[in-house]
Structure formats: C-alpha cells, structure tokens
C-alpha cells in the first residue's frame, strides 16, 4: 500500500502528527509512507526510517507572488504520478485538503465539524470526525490511523520510541555543552508576542538555576531578546543561527528543554527529552504531559475555538515555579 500524509506546517504540529508513523509501520510492515510538507520544514523529517519519501512544496510563497501557483500545481501534479492507493490531509486547511485532491482522488481527513475550515472536508472520501478541541495530538493519531483501519491508543503514545533523527551537530556548537552543569536549552521565542514568555522572568529562572543555559532563536527580534538575557547573566549563552538538523541534535543532548508553546519545545517530547511547557493563551491540550513532560498554565480560560492573541497571561506564571520544576526533573534525571 502506498500512502501520502499531507501535513505542511507548523513546526509543532509536524511534530505532533509524526508520532503516529512507528505505530502505523508496526501494524502495515510494508506500507509506502511519503510526506508532502512546506520545504522550508523538511528537516524535522528528514532520518525518519519510517517515512520514505519527503515531498516539498512552497506554497507559502503564493503570498508574495500568487503566480507561482501553477508551478507547485505542476509539482504537485507530478507527485500524484507515484499513483497512491490513499492521501490522508492531516492538516484540515483548504489548501492541504487541495493538495491531497490533486495528488490522489482517495483522500481522507477530519469532518467539517472537526476542523476550523470547514469547506476542507468536502474534499475528502473519508472523513474522521474528533472534536477540534481534543488532544492535539490524538487528533493527529486518529486522522491517520483511522482511515487505515487502525487505532492509536493514548498508551502507545505515552510509551513511544523518539521518532525525530539528526546527523551529528555541527562541531562548533560542542563548544557551547558543559561537561559540569546541567545543559538546558531555553526557547524564547514563538509565532505570538503574547505566547512568549517575558524575557525578564527568563533571566530570573536561569541565574536561580545557575547551570549551563543555551538560549536559542528564530528571528532576529529573539536574537535580540536572547542577547539581553545573556548580557545580564553569567549562565546564558546565545546559541548561533541553527538549521533543523542542528536543532535536533542540540535538543536531544540537553538535560532539560524550557520554553514556550512553539515547535522547539514540542521536538523536545518527540526526542524523549524532559522539557517544560509554558502556556498563556493557549491550551494545554495541545501537548501530552508525561513524567518528564511538563507544562505550566497561566490563570486565563482558553476557547480551542477562538484563540485570543490579546490574552499576555503567560507572565503570570511564576518563575519560582519554573525553577522548582525544573530542579525536579533535573534531580530525577540524576544530573
């Protein structure tokens, strides 16, 4: 059998979807898994045993220039000559579930009343219906087991293998580990100012801590809010521009991963790595909290339904709570 799973972004949400790939590859041993995904996050894919084919697109850039769409229509187009038996859209946007139509006419994806666009579904033969705001990433297990015949249970993923590879790091970043102190990466930035942490409250959780904290970023405004941090403190470095590849790697040799609701934070739980998950406006539901996956939520009532970028709650969270939490989990993993 020969399948595609159309999940273009974001980073977290690739993430959260991949989980169902070792549970899938375990119950069809032959299937043909290919992944069609915006080009500039193929990398968090890339090593997976269990995907075959990473298939790019970039239709983020139809914003810019909408002309290019019949150059990844052609593209897109192309793909479906891999003539698959099924093309699961676990995105539920209108633009995946097109991409899913255009590349097979078996398609699969959430009902209308599981998605936030609901005209998607009407793209699909098969339709999953779970509440949109369930567990985020049930939802993904179930969007692409269901229509294989298959189930995911919460155990398995509570007891999944990391499913997130990496080539060795770049050598120059080995310089930033301490073979002494407890690495922990802190990851400052996200999609939303509202979703970020304040820098502040960052700078007071790493000089309680005094281990080895590597501030990384995306952008240039993070950049800048990691230089700040580090200029004030002696236990920060500023981690330099990273690719996905090293990401991964960087992720998987820290002791303990503490950031915001963004994609960095949640590849921590993907590489079985302890983390520390801070929410404001958004829901909690979008992670599984394990033994060493933990979150902290503000005081603010989240609507699945009608996200507010308005709501800044997440500078309530205290950081002596962060610290506390951190130690634990640093304690539990003898460091």
């Not at 297990?141 to 155990?155: F, T």
């Not at 941090?229 to 790697?249: C, E, F, G, Q, S």
């Not at 963004?262 to 929410?279: D, E, K, Q, V, Y």
């Not at 979008?286 to 996956?293: D, F, G, K, L």
Request: net charge positive.
């Amino acid at each position: 059998m020969r399948i595609a799973i159309v999940k273009l972004s974001a980073l977290g949400d690739i993430v959260h979807a991949m989980v169902a790939l070792q549970f899938v590859k375990q119950a069809i041993p032959d299937i043909h898994i290919d992944w069609v995904v915006e080009q500039g996050l193929a990398g968090v894919l890339q090593g997976n045993p269990d995907i075959d084919r990473i298939l790019t697109v970039n239709l983020k850039a139809l914003k810019q220039n909408k002309r290019l769409i019949f150059r990844e229509i052609g593209k897109i187009r192309r793909y479906a000559e891999n003539r698959y038996d099924l093309v699961i859209d676990a995105q539920g946007l209108i633009k995946s579930a097109l991409t899913a139509r255009l590349l097979a006419p078996d398609t699969a994806g959430f009902d209308q009343h599981s998605i936030r666009e609901k005209a998607a579904a009407l793209f699909y033969r098969q339709r999953v219906g779970i509440p949109y705001d369930a567990n985020t990433i049930d939802r993904n297990a179930a969007v692409i087991a269901r229509p294989l015949g298959l189930e995911i249970s919460r155990q398995q993923i509570m007891e999944k293998k990391p499913f997130l590879f990496y080539r060795p790091m770049a050598t120059h970043l080995e310089t930033f580990f301490s073979p002494t102190k407890a690495n922990i990466v802190f990851v400052i930035g996200s999609t939303w100012p509202s979703r970020n942490y304040p820098r502040e409250k960052y700078l007071r959780v790493i000089d309680a801590l005094q281990d080895n904290g590597l501030i990384c970023w995306g952008n240039e405004q993070e950049r800048l809010a990691a230089e700040w941090i580090a200029a004030r403190t002696p236990h920060a470095r500023v981690m330099p521009k990273m690719d996905l590849n090293d990401l991964k790697a960087v992720l998987d040799r820290a002791e303990l991963v503490v950031g915001n609701d963004t994609g960095p934070t949640h590849m921590a739980w993907g590489l079985n790595r302890p983390s520390i998950t801070l929410f404001g406006p958004t829901p909690v539901s979008r992670v599984y909290q394990t033994p060493i996956n933990k979150v902290l939520k503000s005081s603010s009532q989240v609507d699945s339904y009608k996200l507010n970028k308005n709501d800044f709650s997440i500078g309530e969270i205290n950081e002596n709570d962060i610290v506390a939490m951190a130690k634990s989990l640093l304690a539990a993993n003898e460091i």
